[in-house]
T-cell receptor, first 116, second 110 residues
């Protein structure tokens, strides 16, 4: 079956511009996660959606970052007024979320964001 | 806060056995997971330990000791394709996402 898909695969933008990153989770997965991975680093949690519950936004680094999930499926991560330190690979994952943190998470291929 | 520590690099030769250690400090422990990530690829799940002891999946095994806040991933009969980064991870205090270590880069040579 189809895995997690993300678009675009690469995004180059100028400092100060807004960007939108898209994630299509695996069908039937109720939990969706966004992570950020800087070069040579581990994954940094950004935001978590579970069904109709309020999202856990505790990992968002600033108010320039926001995300939404429409219809319990597709999610969009928006970064406003991008800065050079936002350059990273943004990874989306989904899971069945019997108990969110201990579920196997299935990751998408990521969006590599470069802010010039 | 929560943190997971693991070595940054490990090297080994084909056919050998390698152990990647992970020590953690967490508030409310829900288990330890391991993920593999090839260069430029997506992380993929390898194993999960909720309880103390050894979990074996083919050439890979994972161990957990909750009393020592320690776990490891054991890779046997190493192959060139095992060259990748390996991350240990544990759920955050809210149980809403994973906290990852910074990863261990494994290089397997012939």
């Amino acid at each position: 079956g189809a895995g997690v898909s993300q678009s675009p695969s690469n995004k180059v933008t100028e400092k100060g511009k807004d960007v939108e990153l898209r994630c299509d989770p695996i069908s039937g997965h109720t939990a969706l996660y966004w992570y950020r991975q800087s070069l040579g680093q581990g994954l940094e949690f950004l935001i978590y959606f579970q069904g109709n519950s309020a999202p856990d936004k505790s990992g968002l680094p600033s108010d320039r970052f926001s995300a939404e999930r429409t219809g319990g499926s597709v999610s969009t991560l928006t970064i406003q007024r991008t800065q050079q330190e936002d350059s990273a690979v943004y990874l989306c994952a989904s899971s069945l979320a019997k108990t969110s943190g201990v579920d196997e998470q299935f990751f998408g291929p990521g969006t590599r964001l470069t802010v010039l | 806060g929560q943190s997971l520590e693991q070595p940054s690099e490990v090297t080994a030769v084909e056919g050998a056995i390698v152990q990647i250690n992970c020590t953690y400090q967490t508030s409310g422990f829900y288990g330890l997971s391991w993920y593999q990530q090839h260069d430029g690829g997506a992380p993929t799940f390898l194993s999960y330990n909720a309880l103390d002891g050894l979990e074996e999946t083919g050439r890979f095994s994972s161990f957990l000791s909750r009393s020592d806040s320690y776990g490891y991933l054991l890779l046997q009969e190493l192959q060139m394709k095992d060259s990748a980064s390996y991350f240990c991870a544990s759920p955050n205090q809210a149980g809403t996402a994973l906290i990852f270590g910074k990863g261990t880069t494994l290089s397997v040579s012939s």
